[in-house]
């Protein structure tokens, strides 16, 4: 029970803090699977986030959900998911009150500025542990286990995505789940 109540509030934390979308939430996670391994390994994260990705709704709340359900059943899921929306839902009922007010408030535009820069940020840190994860096997280190077949996968997808933009990028997600079939990633 003590564990579950420390799931809603680390994912309250990131619900709170995770600033700029469901993407943003993934340095929490990855936090998360390093503190709480028995809750969901890296390796599981990555596989929350793939199938996050491909699944309708937002990905921050995908994996809440999952996490929760996995700890808990139905409830835990329901749990787990209120905790990360709702610090979310109170800021926002907050600042649409406020900032009607202060919206041309020069502190407020220099916040906002401020935190525009952090949040791709944020998102790039996340990707590496992720990247390593899908194209490194083994604990060896970077360059200790490279896993060729992905690593030709994740380059070509990369390319693919750069010549054909207007595809919709659940195209990708679906040549690399084939792919990672037919290959046996």
Do not use: Q
């Not at 809750?39 to 996490?67: C, H, K, Q, R």
């Not at 409830?75 to 800021?91: D, E, K, M, N, Q």
């Not at 992720?130 to 994740?154: C, D, Q, T, Y």
């Amino acid at each position: 029970m003590l564990d579950f109540l420390i799931m809603i509030l680390e994912f309250f934390k990131t619900g709170l803090f995770a600033v700029g979308g469901g993407l943003a939430t993934i340095p929490f996670l990855t936090e998360m699977s390093v503190k709480y391994p028995h809750w969901f390994t890296t390796a599981e994260l990555a596989d929350m986030i793939a199938v996050g990705e491909s699944t309708p709704g937002p990905i921050g709340i995908n994996m809440a959900t999952y996490t929760g359900y996995r700890a808990a059943g139905i409830p835990g899921a329901i749990c787990v998911t209120l905790a990360l929306a709702l610090p979310s839902f109170i800021v926002i009922c907050i600042i649409s009150k406020i900032l009607t007010k202060f919206a041309s408030n020069k502190y407020v535009l220099g916040a906002f500025a401020g935190m525009r820069p952090a949040v791709p940020i944020l998102i790039l840190v996340a990707v590496f542990p992720i990247m390593k994860l899908s194209l490194f096997s083994g604990e060896a280190g970077l360059l200790g286990h490279i896993n060729i077949a992905a690593l030709i996968l994740f380059h070509a997808v990369m390319i693919g995505y750069a010549k054909f933009k207007k595809l919709h990028p659940l195209v990708f997600i679906a040549v690399g789940a084939v792919a990672g079939i037919i290959l046996k990633l």
